[in-house]
C-alpha cells in the first residue's frame, strides 16, 4: 500500500527519496510524488503511473534542497492521478504533506474547512490534514499538527515540512507505521525499514499518537497529549543484501528458494529432537495459560488465514486443543463471543495488517489472551500482542506470500508439538514428528530440482482461463492457497475446494478446458483422493497431480504428476505447497505478468 519516505541533512533529499520509493514499489502503488524545500520554496512534483516516470520527470531538473518528502500512493479516496497523488499542500503552499492511512471523518472536516474558505485541490481524504495544519498555524507548526491531529479520526502515518520552519520535518503516526532511520548529521525517515536500511540500522519506531519534530541532528518526541516522550535506538533485523534481488529474475522466485533455509530458520533454537518437542522463547512467559487454553482462535487474512487453517489442523491432532480460525475481517466486527479461558493468535506476515490488527485490539479488549505470530520485527501486531513467535522468515517483497507461508506452518507445527507433548503426545511421537520437522528445510531442496518440469507443466496452464484446485484434510488448506497464488499473479480464475466437496457444485464446470490440481499424497484420506480423481478423470478433466515418490496409482490416472517426498502426515503442506507456488509463478511469468507487483495488490493491506 502507501509508501513514504523522508529525508533531512546535508545532501540533496531528492536522489535518496527517489531511492527510497523504489524500495517500497513491491509494496503496490498508482502514483508517486515529492516535496522537497529548496532556496526557501517548496518544490513539489508528482505524477499518475511508475515511479520510473516520476524520475524522467524531474531527471533536468536541478533539485538539490533539503529536507524533503516522498510518496508512493495506492488509491482509496478518489481516482489514481496526478491531483489525487501525495504530497497535498495547503492554500498558501506553505505546508507539504504526505500520508498512510484513512481520515475517518473527512467529509465533515472537508465541509468544516470549506465554509472557512479552504479550497481543496483533491478528491482525497488526506487533503483535510494539511488544510487542518494551515488553520491552526499561529507561529508553532508541531503545536498546529497537534490540534490537527486531534481533531481526527482514523489512521495516519504523516510527514510534514514547510516553509514556515525549513529545517525540520514532522512525523505522526496512528495505526501506520513510521521508522527514523538515525544517520551521521542527518535522518531518515520511512514507512517501512527497507527504504532506509541503505543508510542506516540504527532507527526509531514510532508508537501510536506520538507526534515527533526531527533534524538533522535531533529528535524530540511527544504524544498527542503534549507530553514528552523519551525514545529509543535500535538496529533494523535485516541488511541490504536481504532486499535485493541477487540475480533472480523476481522477488517471489528468490523467495521460493530461500525455503530451505527460511524453514530451518524459523526452526533453530526452537526444535529440541531428544525431548521429541519444541521450545518458543517468545511464548514462555504465557505459556502455562496458552496451554491451559479451552480453545484458540486464530485469526488472519489471505496467505496466513491459509496457515490458520493448517495451525488448526495440527494443533487439534496434536494438542486435541478446540481451535477455530477466522477471518480477521469478520471477527473484529461481529462481536465475538470471548472467554478469559480462550487464546487469540493473529497471524501477519508483514504484523500491520489492519484488519489483523483490529482483531487483536478487539481481543485484548475483551482480556483474553492475545499472541502473534509475524515475519517483520517490531511491526504493530508483534507490539500489541502479549506475546508472540517471529517467523525469521528474512524480509518478503513478492506480493505473493510464499516463504512467509511456510515459515508459518513450520512455526504452527512447532507450538503444536510443544503444546502436544504437555498434552496427548508420547515422547516417540513428538521424536518422530521432530525429526521429520528437521528433515524439511532438505526435502524442500528435492522439490526445488523439479523447477524445470513444473515450468513445462505452466506453459501449458498459461493458455488456460480458469483452474480448480483440491485437497482434503491437512491439504485442503493448500489447495486454497495454490489457487489463490495462481490468481494474484497470472490473473487466471482458480478455486480452491476440498476434493469431496467437488460433487456439490464445482463438477459441473468439470471439460477438457477445466485443468484440476489435486493435492493427492499417501495420507489418511488417499483412497477418498482417487476417487475424486477417478470422478475428474469420467468428466474428461485434465489433471495435475501432487504425489508422494514412487506413487504409481495416481500416475496412471493423472495427466501430470509432481512428486514430493513422504514425510509425516500434519507436515506434507510445507511441502505440496511448494510445487503449487512454482506453478503459479512460471504461469504468470509465460503470461507476462508483473509477478513482484501484481495490478491491484499491495503487500501489507494497512487500511480496511
Ligand atoms: O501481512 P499479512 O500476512 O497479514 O497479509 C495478509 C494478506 O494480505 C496476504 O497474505 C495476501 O493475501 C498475499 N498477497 C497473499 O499472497
Not at 29 to 51: C, F, H, M, P
Not at 147 to 161: D, N, P, R, S
Not at 394 to 414: C, D, M, N
Request: overall charge negative; aromatic content about 6%.
Amino acid at each position: 500500500m502507501c509508501g513514504i519516505v523522508g529525508y533531512i541533512g546535508k545532501r540533496p533529499a531528492v536522489p535518496i527519496l527517489m531511492n527510497g520509493l523504489k524500495r517500497l514499489e513491491y509494496r503496490g502503488y498508482d502514483s508517486a510524488g515529492l516535496a522537497v524545500i529548496q532556496n526557501e520554496t517548496l518544490w513539489l512534483t508528482k505524477r499518475k503511473g511508475k515511479i520510473r516516470g516520476l524520475e524522467r520527470q524531474i531527471s533536468s531538473l536541478n533539485i538539490d534542497g533539503t529536507p524533503g518528502i516522498g510518496h508512493t500512493r495506492w488509491a482509496t479516496h478518489g481516482e489514481p492521478s496526478k491531483i489525487n497523488a501525495h504530497p497535498h499542500t495547503d492554500c498558501t503552499g506553505r505546508i507539504a504533506l504526505v500520508h498512510n492511512g484513512i481520515i475517518e471523518n473527512y467529509r465533515l472536516l472537508k465541509k468544516q474547512l470549506q465554509a472557512k474558505g479552504h479550497v481543496f485541490q483533491s478528491e482525497t481524504d488526506t487533503e483535510v490534514l494539511v488544510h487542518l495544519i494551515e488553520m491552526f498555524y499561529k507561529d508553532d507548526l508541531g503545536a498546529a499538527i497537534l490540534k490537527a491531529l486531534q481533531l481526527v479520526e482514523g489512521t495516519f502515518g504523516i510527514l510534514v515540512i514547510s516553509l514556515y520552519e525549513p529545517d525540520r520535518i514532522f512525523a505522526a503516526r496512528r495505526g501506520s507505521p513510521l521508522v527514523i532511520g538515525v544517520g551521521d548529521g542527518e535522518m531518515f525517515l520511512a514507512s517501512d525499514g527497507a527504504a532506509i536500511v541503505e543508510h542506516t540500522r540504527n532507527v526509531i519506531y514510532m508508537e501510536d499518537d506520538e507526534i515527533v519534530m526531527i533534524s538533522s541532528e535531533e529528535i524530540q518526541a511527544r504524544n498527542l497529549k503534549d507530553e514528552t516522550v523519551i525514545k529509543s535506538v535500535e538496529e533494523l533485523p535485516f541488511d541490504l543484501e536481504s532486499i535485493q534481488k541477487e540475480g533472480y529474475a523476481h522477488y517471489m522466485l528468490k523467495e521460493i528458494r530461500e525455503q530451505p533455509r527460511t524453514t530451518l530458520d524459523s526452526m533453530r533454537g526452537r526444535l529440541l529432537l531428544e525431548e521429541g518437542t519444541a521450545k518458543l522463547g517468545g511464548l514462555q512467559n504465557v505459556w502455562d495459560r496458552l496451554r491451559k487454553s479451552r480453545r484458540l482462535i486464530i485469526t488472519a487474512c489471505g496467505t496466513s488465514w491459509h496457515a490458520a487453517l493448517i495451525g488448526e489442523y495440527l494443533i487439534e491432532t496434536l494438542a486435541r486443543i478446540p481451535v477455530e480460525v477466522e477471518y480477521a475481517s469478520e471477527f473484529r466486527y461481529r462481536d465475538p463471543v470471548l472467554s478469559e479461558n480462550d487464546t487469540v493468535m493473529a497471524i501477519s506476515q508483514s504484523g500491520e495488517t489492519a484488519d489483523t490488527l483490529a482483531a487483536i485490539r478487539e481481543a485484548r479488549c475483551k482480556g483474553v489472551l492475545a499472541l502473534g505470530l509475524c515475519n517483520v520485527v517490531g511491526s504493530s501486531i508483534a507490539r500489541e500482542t502479549d506475546a508472540g513467535v517471529y517467523l525469521h522468515a528474512g524480509p518478503e517483497i513478492g506480493v505473493a506470500s510464499t516463504k512467509a507461508f511456510t515459515s508459518q506452518v513450520v512455526t504452527l507445527a512447532l507450538i503444536a508439538l510443544a503444546l502436544g507433548r504437555e498434552r496427548f503426545l508420547s515422547a516417540e511421537d513428538g521424536r518422530s514428528i521432530a525429526r521429520e520437522l528437521k528433515s524439511i528445510p532438505e526435502k524442500i531442496l528435492g522439490i526445488l530440482e523439479h523447477a524445470d518440469y513444473i515450468r513445462t507443466i505452466a506453459e501449458k496452464f498459461s493458455h488456460h482461463h480458469q483452474a480448480l484446485y483440491l485437497g482434503r484434510g491437512f491439504n485442503y488448506p493448500v489447495a486454497l492457497e495454490g489457487a489463490l497464488k495462481m490468481k494474484e499473479i497470472s490473473y487466471i480464475h482458480a478455486e480452491g475446494y476440498p476434493a469431496a466437496e467437488m460433487k456439490h457444485g464445482p463438477i459441473a464446470l468439470i471439460d477438457k478446458n477445466m485443468p484440476v490440481v489435486i493435492i493427492a499424497v499417501r495420507d489418511g484420506v488417499y483412497d477418498k483422493v482417487i476417487s475424486n480423481i477417478e470422478e475428474v478423470k469420467a468428466r474428461g478433466g485434465w489433471i495435475l497431480a501432487v504425489v508422494n515418490q514412487n506413487d504409481t496409482l495416481i500416475r496412471e490416472r493423472a495427466d501430470e504428476i509432481v512428486e514430493i517426498p513422504v514425510t509425516a502426515n500434519c507436515l506434507t503442506p510445507i511441502l505440496t505447497v511448494v510445487p503449487l507456488q512454482l506453478l503459479a509463478y512460471y504461469t504468470a511469468v509465460y503470461k507476462k505478468c508483473d509477478v513482484d507487483q501484481p495490478r491491484n495488490l499491495a503487500k501489507s493491506v494497512t487500511v480496511e
